[in-house]
């Protein structure tokens, strides 16, 4: 851990140091209160100093600053609650003051004002160490965030082209234009997708998994996939297009376009029977959920919640 300088006043931190343990939890825990800063300041002190604890003292001295520096410690920002004060105008030293709500961000600035030099070379010396290793963690998330960007389109680009070989390949077998190809593959592509998720459609699926409510629907599914999606989906769609070349003489041979829809309904039922059977685009000992999931660009509900 990196040592600030301070002249005179500068101390080597504690392996664990109280202040950068305790303004973690006061984050997590949305604040503090005016007791609870005051027994850390104390705390900090009496452990620099080895003198007596003067809990009370910082109670008061934390209730005067809030009163005679507004413009410093600012209600709303540092904190929140009315201060109880006497006829004089002070800050009375009742449970009402004490228990007054002070944000993280003023917990941080009160006892930054309220403990001596020594502890605030360390506090600083903390909180630029907690910057240089939350800039750390920052700089992995966004390369690994920056990868997985890349692999995403890298992958949702080639389900595009598997999609246009399948469509190519579907309008030289039925002589029909791409948008009639479009229209007529939609039903057969929802089809397909639930070989995938065991059987069920997509929404039933996303749904079970806790990627939706239970009266949302899932929409575009394409424009959800993750990687592993995209890649499953583009291997289908090479794989039908090579099913349906494979019967390309019964397509020549058909005398009408009623007689290909039939050939190209028999290509569809053994493609859905095969990819059924074998288990197709299911990950080897994954469960439902975790198959499901897998698929999707999308966190659990549950997470989004909390986050």
């Known amino acids: 851990m990196a040592i600030i300088a301070g ?13 950068a343990a305790w303004s973690i939890q006061c984050a997590q825990n949305g604040g503090a209160t005016v007791q609870g800063t005051a027994e850390i300041v104390d705390k900090e002190n009496v ?120 469509r190519g390949v579907y309008c030289d077998s039925m002589g029909v234009d791409p948008r009639a190809a479009d229209c007529s593959m939609l039903s057969v592509n929802k089809r397909m997708l639930k070989t995938c998720f065991f059987g069920e459609p997509p929404t039933k699926a996303m749904r079970d998994a806790g990627l939706l409510g239970k009266t949302e629907k899932a929409g575009n599914v394409s424009q959800q996939f993750s990687p592993f999606g995209h890649a499953i989906e583009n291997a289908r769609f090479y794989m039908q297009a090579a099913a349906i070349q494979v019967r390309a003489a019964e397509f020549d041979a058909a005398p009408d376009a009623q007689s290909k829809k039939r050939v190209m309904k028999s290509v569809e039922d053994v493609c859905y029977d095969t990819f059924e059977s074998n288990g197709w685009g299911r990950i080897p000992g994954a469960s439902y959920v975790e198959n499901t999931r897998a698929y999707f660009n999308k966190a659990p509900i549950s997470k989004r919640q909390r986050i």
């Open 7 to 19: 002249g005179a006043h500068a101390v080597q931190p504690r392996r664990t140091s109280t202040m």
């Open 47 to 166: 452990y620099q100093s080895r003198g007596q604890h003067k809990v009370d003292m910082y109670v008061k001295n934390i209730l005067d600053l809030m009163v005679q520096r507004p413009e410093e410690i600012v209600h709303g920002t540092h904190y929140d609650g009315v201060i109880s004060r006497n006829s004089r105008g002070n800050p009375i030293m009742n449970q009402h003051n004490r228990q007054i709500k002070i944000t993280p961000q003023g917990a941080f600035v009160l006892f930054g004002c309220l403990v001596n030099d020594a502890n605030r070379v360390r506090l600083l010396n903390d909180v630029f160490v907690g910057m240089q290793k939350a800039a750390e963690v920052c700089a992995r998330m966004k390369t690994r965030f920056d990868e997985y960007t890349e692999q995403l389109q890298s992958h949702r680009q080639g389900r595009k082209d598997g999609y246009s070989r399948l």
